[in-house]
């Protein structure tokens, strides 16, 4: 049978089924490495030990986390829950329901943040260095992991929307 379709239509089918061949293999590619996301492969924020972020590709089963905190749930300036008790050495996943946001552990980011002592500053963003920038967010569907080795009262805060009440609390026993 031969087909009446113009060889301008066919041609089109023809680069679009080529477009998506491409993405689909430029992403097969981004799916190895050693990871930590239940064993789909996606690209998700994680921290080092240092609590920086880093993009990883993802295909092996990870620890799961001993608590999760939902960052932005549905848009909402809030943490849920906006308090959590934990053990000591247990790790904290934050889930970024929307984007627009960052979690930050640091006394220098905002006034209500507060750490027990001895505890490091924690931030879902880069915070090495001298430049630091409390204003970097985090986009929807990021995860970001943090391990409290320091017992006490954690306050912590998404610097943005600290002052609209986007503050939250951890505490570690």
Not at 2 to 14: E, W
Not at 43 to 70: G, K, L, Q, R
Not at 100 to 107: D, I, Y
Not at 112 to 127: K, M, N, Q
């Given at each position: 049978?031969?087909?009446?379709?113009?060889?301008?239509f066919?041609s089109r089918?023809?680069?679009?089924a080529?477009l998506?061949?491409?993405?689909l293999?430029?992403l097969?590619?981004?799916?190895?490495?050693?990871?930590?996301n239940?064993?789909?492969?996606?690209?998700?924020?994680?921290a080092?030990?240092?609590?920086?972020p880093?993009?990883?590709?993802?295909s092996?089963?990870?620890e799961?986390a001993?608590?999760?905190v939902?960052?932005g749930?549905g848009?909402?300036?809030?943490?849920?829950p906006?308090?959590?008790?934990?053990s000591?050495g247990?790790?904290?996943?934050?889930v970024f329901?929307s984007g627009g946001?960052?979690?930050?552990?640091?006394?220098?980011?905002?006034?209500?943040?507060e750490?027990?002592?001895g505890?490091d500053?924690?931030?879902?963003?880069?915070?090495?260095?001298s430049?630091?920038?409390h204003?970097?967010?985090?986009?929807?569907?990021?995860?970001?992991?943090?391990?409290?080795e320091?017992?006490?009262?954690?306050?912590?805060?998404?610097?943005?929307h600290?002052?609209?009440g986007?503050?939250?609390?951890?505490?570690?026993?």
């Amino acid at each position: 049978m031969v087909s009446k379709q113009s060889k301008k239509f066919l041609s089109r089918r023809k680069f679009a089924a080529t477009l998506s061949s491409a993405v689909l293999a430029g992403l097969a590619g981004c799916s190895g490495g050693n990871g930590d996301n239940g064993g789909e492969a996606t690209a998700t924020a994680t921290a080092t030990e240092t609590s920086e972020p880093t993009a990883t590709a993802t295909s092996t089963p990870a620890e799961e986390a001993d608590a999760t905190v939902t960052v932005g749930p549905g848009g909402s300036l809030q943490f849920e829950p906006s308090s959590l008790r934990v053990s000591q050495g247990d790790t904290v996943e934050f889930v970024f329901d929307s984007g627009g946001h960052n979690v930050s552990g640091h006394p220098d980011a905002h006034s209500d943040v507060e750490l027990p002592e001895g505890a490091d500053p924690w931030a879902s963003y880069d915070i090495s260095g001298s430049k630091i920038n409390h204003l970097s967010l985090n986009q929807a569907g990021s995860t970001y992991r943090h391990t409290f080795e320091t017992t006490g009262e954690y306050t912590y805060v998404c610097v943005p929307h600290a002052s609209s009440g986007m503050v939250a609390s951890i505490t570690v026993r």
